[in-house]
């Protein structure tokens, strides 16, 4: 059994990703845990990172440091990576395998391990995740450019989300990078027939300005009576909700419902029968995004309606799954909906059932758990 870290600066009980890692790699090895928030249920060896709030003085001091390419400072003096370093000072060290979530956490996971291996598991293409926005343009999409530069070299393993981010990490950086989808668990659901005379929509999610949601509200503009949406949105940014909110009114046939837990997503959906998804690619993370939400569609054996995302068109019209407008615009993939029979969704509906036997998080759990396995056997019989 082998002694391991997992480091994720993100509220580790609300972070999937690194839930189903701990879940794969505890069976089988001692697995130390760091990062936010509350212990979450299950985890034996929790560390608990304080998340500290910074100050318009910090956050000015850190924006000229970035200003001036003050890198190594900004980055050995952010608060996140003091309190990280902190934490980690009450965890006995020598550990045989770090696994860092995401390329902010990869130079203290690198310091952490010393000679032992770092696994970086980047959830995003970090040096362009919010390049709509100036100051990431100008400020951080160059400081993370320089420690993926400095960094990834020097990591034995690294994995990401999808094909497209893979492939721009080994392009820009001549790494290796696998690719380990955002599968949830498993659930045994059936199918559910579609009225003709009521066809359910839902979106469920974060309310995030760059994800432009209002155009999925827009869609409803061009639908008849048939259709419904229902918006089931985590509050990230509250005046973005209520602008959301406030566009929607109109709409009778529009409503907002609670979030539930992560893990009831599916089954609480199952119910309706389109997944839908309208996101514009208004940065490079999301032209690829493959997200949970995608996979949890297929879980809820939904009828799934996306925008031309390259990710998961591909998987749509490999699985036959759902339906793929051919631009962003509402008008566009409403029309496409408009089109479809009771039959139609019912036969897509049928697609997700049959690929949820396939994307769910039992598969990723046990290539990550061989993954690892193969890689402690590497470090403990090194070829001379």
């Known amino acids: 059994m082998a002694r391991l870290l997992l480091l994720s ?16 790699l505890s069976a089988e090895h001692e697995v130390h845990v760091m990062g936010f928030g509350e212990h979450p249920s299950g985890v034996f060896h929790f560390t608990s990172v304080e998340q500290p709030q910074a100050s318009r003085i910090v956050v000015l001091r850190n924006a000229l440091r970035l200003a001036f390419r003050r890198y190594s400072t900004y980055y050995w003096q952010h608060p996140q990576i003091r309190a990280l370093e902190k934490a980690a000072a009450q965890v006995p060290a020598g550990f045989d395998l770090v696994l860092a979530n995401d390329v902010m956490a990869l130079p203290m996971a690198l310091r952490l391990a010393g000679s032992a291996p770092v696994w970086l598991d980047a959830h995003e293409y970090a040096p362009r995740e919010f390049e709509d926005i100036w100051t990431w343009r100008t400020l951080l999409g160059p400081f993370f450019d320089a420690t993926c530069r400095d960094a990834l070299p020097r990591v034995a393993r690294m994995s990401t989300v999808c094909t497209g981010i893979a492939r721009e990490y080994q392009r820009c950086y001549g790494v290796p990078v696998s690719v380990m989808p955002n599968c949830p668990e498993r659930q045994s659901l059936s199918v559910q027939p579609t009225h003709a005379d009521r066809i359910r929509l839902i979106h469920h999610g974060a309310a995030i300005a760059s994800r432009k949601i209002e155009v999925m509200i827009d869609l409803m503009d061009h639908l008849d009576d048939r259709f419904s949406l229902d918006l089931m949105l985590m ?6 909700l209520a602008a959301l909110k406030h566009r929607a009114a109109p709409h009778s046939r529009i409503r907002f419902i609670p979030p539930v837990a992560m893990r009831d997503i599916a089954a609480h959906t199952n119910g309706y029968d389109i997944g839908l998804f309208l996101l514009p690619p208004t940065n490079f993370n999301y032209l690829h995004a493959l997200p949970n939400k995608f996979f949890e569609f ?6 799934i309606a996306i925008g031309p995302s390259p990710e998961m068109q591909a998987l749509v019209t490999e699985l036959g799954c759902g339906v793929v407008s051919g631009s962003f615009e509402a008008a566009d993939l409403a029309a496409h909906l408009s089109r479809l029979t009771p039959q139609d969704i019912d036969a897509m509906k049928r697609a997700s059932d049959l690929a949820s036997q396939r994307f769910n998080a039992a598969a990723t759990r046990q290539w990550l758990r061989d993954e690892v396995r193969g890689l402690l056997a590497d470090r403990a019989c090194p070829v001379h």
Do not use: H, K, N
Not at 13 to 19: E, K, L, N, Y
Not at 235 to 240: F, I, L
């Open 298 to 303: 297929m879980q809820a054996r939904l009828a």
């Open 235 to 240: 509050a990230q940014d509250p005046d973005y």
């Open 9 to 24: 600066l993100s509220p580790i009980a609300s972070d999937p990703r690194v839930m189903r890692q701990y879940e794969a």
